[in-house]
């Protein structure tokens, strides 16, 4: 198990009124398998992703990654287990625009790294050719393509070799060809040993998914593995 | 550090609204570099040319032979009276005061050897920077300026350089003879004077390109002039007429007082030297506003700037948090880029200010006397200032801003 959430619970408080976004959650992922995470909106999907990340402190329940109770954790601490652990992809790809595609890969080798700055750049150029992209490392993101762009932004999120990989709608500005690439690298993580959380509405998704996690009222309601 | 330092700076010129940034803040620091170069060249002047000049401070006053003769006084019962003044420093008869002589020792290929003369004592002597002051033992001596050219036409001197003077090394300790004739011009004399001191003297004053002499030398030239020069109504030599007197101030600001003091006894008063101060502490007043001015429109431009930038930065800042950079490395990134482009800006600044200034000194160097009263005093203050001011803003801002990134709903 690398990751585990138990009775993640997120309510916020507007004026008097309590609105509740995710009640009671729990739940243990595994190494090497592609969840997919899906339900309406409002469901908290994208909360669940951002608690898990650390980027959101739950109202009540833990989190464990690697066994180790990271929730009381403090700020830059988290940002360590983020830096090395966690990788995320983003529906609008998020590269930074001013630098090039290998140099958005280094971003996170940058801080808490165990690489020299020739090897930053070699293995920056390394996970580049592993998404297909050895010809494109010099390009500025405004000259590659949005499949393109998303594969830079998986090699980013490879960068420091994290264990749980993140992606909150990572094929929602894709065309239907560069949707499969995309999730056909993310499945091809999973088989490498890595946990993959995928939060999409496409259900294409459930093709490549080992585990469907349905959400409905703030909470995971249902298991199932896709059937083929 | 040496990796946030490189995020804060490298990429920071490929944001072309960052070069646009930093453009426009170099152009406002070197303005006020300018504005404030012109304040500081402006006080220097007014410290040196005025303030300090001994013309600006010296008095010419009159009562008439007639008016002396009728209150039945004597030049000396004059020259008394006036010494009694507060703030009066130095008095001489005004026809001894100040005297022009040649000679031929001193004339060069672009001097022609004449030398301007003024009475003085050594109380009110500028600063010696080598050899000595006025001595008991010889009274034959002269203390000259450390730039000195043996010139009379002002004019010609805004061609000539430093090595076209004469030499003051070779001057110190030497003996000038001078030539001078009666004012019939039919009698010669010849008046040496040794060069015992050296003093100090920007190579731009030319009214400071005299020499001082004790006031019996230039009675002495004086009488010699006049020996055939005579009233043939009266039958008396026109010296006598020359009843005027130069009166030396302590400090400009008592001009004034003096001046009415003279008045009150029935003197005739006119400056020697007059600058409208009132005109320069006008466009010093002016300056000093448009520098107030320039760099208050300058402190809300960079905060402007600074607000734009993080605007058009805040994804980048936001991406950081999801890649693991903890708040205080994103605030310390961004503080430093921001510093970083001020640094660049003030540099740019800089740079270019050296352009106006190297033509200042090429056409200085052409024309030496062009601005023979100014000095230019390059102020690079407004350079600090802009630094302290957008550092502050930027630290500021970035507290502020970065607050924001990590605002977390949960109560």
């Not at chain 1, 998704?205 to 009222?217: F, G, N, P, S």
């Not at chain 2, 550090?1 to 453009?23: E, G």
């Not at chain 2, 004739?181 to 060069?195: D, F, H």
């Not at chain 2, 106006?356 to 023979?372: A, S, W």
């Amino acid at each position: 198990m690398v990751l585990e959430v138990r009775n993640i619970s997120k309510v916020y408080r507007k004026k008097k009124q309590k609105i509740e976004v995710l009640k009671n959650v729990s739940y243990q992922f595994e190494k090497g398998t592609f969840y997919w995470i899906n339900g309406k909106s409002g469901a908290g999907k994208s909360t669940l992703i951002q608690i898990i990340g650390l980027l959101l402190s739950p109202s009540e329940g833990s989190i464990l990654i690697e066994n180790k109770d990271v929730s009381t954790l403090s700020d830059k601490e988290k940002a360590e287990i983020r830096n090395q652990k966690i990788g995320f992809v983003f529906q609008s790809f998020y590269l930074n625009p001013l630098m090039k595609a290998y140099e958005n890969v280094m971003l996170p080798m940058y801080i808490h790294s165990k690489y020299s700055k020739e090897e930053r750049k070699e293995e920056a150029f390394r996970l580049l050719e592993f998404v297909g992209l050895k010809d494109r490392v010099k390009h500025f993101p405004k000259e590659l393509s949005g499949g393109e762009q998303q594969r830079v932004a998986i090699a980013r999120a490879l960068a420091n070799h994290p264990n749980i990989i993140l992606a909150d709608e990572p094929t929602g500005s894709l065309d239907p060809e560069n949707e499969e690439k995309i999730l056909t690298f993310l499945k091809n993580l999973a088989k490498e040993g890595k946990c993959v959380i995928v939060v999409s509405h496409n259900p294409v998704t459930k093709e490549y998914a080992d585990k469907i996690l349905l959400m409905e009222r703030h909470t995971i309601i249902e298991e199932k593995s896709y059937e083929k | 550090m040496k990796n946030k330092l490189l995020l804060a700076t490298i990429y920071q010129f490929r944001r072309k609204s960052n070069l646009f940034n930093i453009f426009f803040i170099g152009i406002f620091t070197f303005l006020a570099i300018l504005i404030g170069s012109y304040h500081s060249s402006s006080v220097h002047y007014m410290k040196y040319d005025i303030y300090d000049s001994f013309k600006q401070k010296t008095l010419i006053v009159t009562k008439s032979q007639e008016e002396l003769e009728m209150e039945g006084i004597t030049l000396d019962d004059v020259r008394e009276d006036l010494n009694k003044l507060k703030h009066v420093t130095y008095v001489a008869r005004f026809a001894s005061f100040r005297n022009y002589l040649h000679s031929s020792l001193l004339e060069k290929e672009k001097q022609n050897g004449y030398v301007e003369l003024y009475a003085s004592n050594n109380s009110i002597l500028p600063k010696i920077v080598k050899g000595i002051s006025f001595t008991e033992e010889n009274k034959y001596t002269m203390i000259c300026p450390q730039n000195f050219f043996a010139i009379d036409n002002l004019e010609d001197l805004w061609y000539m350089k430093k090595k076209d003077g004469i030499s003051t090394k070779q001057l110190l300790g030497q003996t000038i003879p001078f030539e001078y004739r009666s004012n019939s011009g039919m009698k010669t004399y010849t008046i040496e004077l040794q060069v015992i001191g050296l003093y100090k003297n920007n190579r731009y004053h030319v009214d400071e390109n005299v020499c001082y002499v004790e006031e019996s030398i230039l009675e002495e030239v004086l009488k010699n002039q006049y020996a055939d020069d005579f009233d043939d109504e009266n039958g008396v030599s026109n010296l006598v007429y020359q009843t005027d007197f130069a009166v030396q101030i302590d400090e400009l600001e008592n001009r004034s007082f003096v001046e009415k003091e003279l008045i009150d006894k029935g003197y005739s008063v006119s400056p020697m030297s007059k600058v409208a101060t009132e005109y320069f502490n006008e466009i010093t007043k002016k300056m000093n506003n448009m520098t107030f001015g320039i760099l208050s429109i300058l402190f809300l431009f960079v905060l402007l700037v600074l607000q734009k930038k993080y605007k058009e930065e805040k994804k980048q800042y936001q991406l950081m948090v999801y890649l693991g950079y903890s708040k205080k490395d994103i605030r310390l990134i961004y503080h430093m880029s921001n510093i970083f482009n001020i640094i660049v800006s003030c540099l740019f600044a800089l740079l270019i200010s050296l352009v106006p200034l190297f033509l200042f000194y090429k056409i200085l160097d052409i024309y030496p006397f062009l601005f023979h009263k100014w000095r230019l005093i390059v102020n690079y203050m407004p350079v600090l200032t802009v630094f302290i001011v957008s550092f502050v803003a930027s630290f500021i801002t970035s507290i502020f801003h970065t607050f924001y990134l990590f605002e977390d709903e949960n109560d």
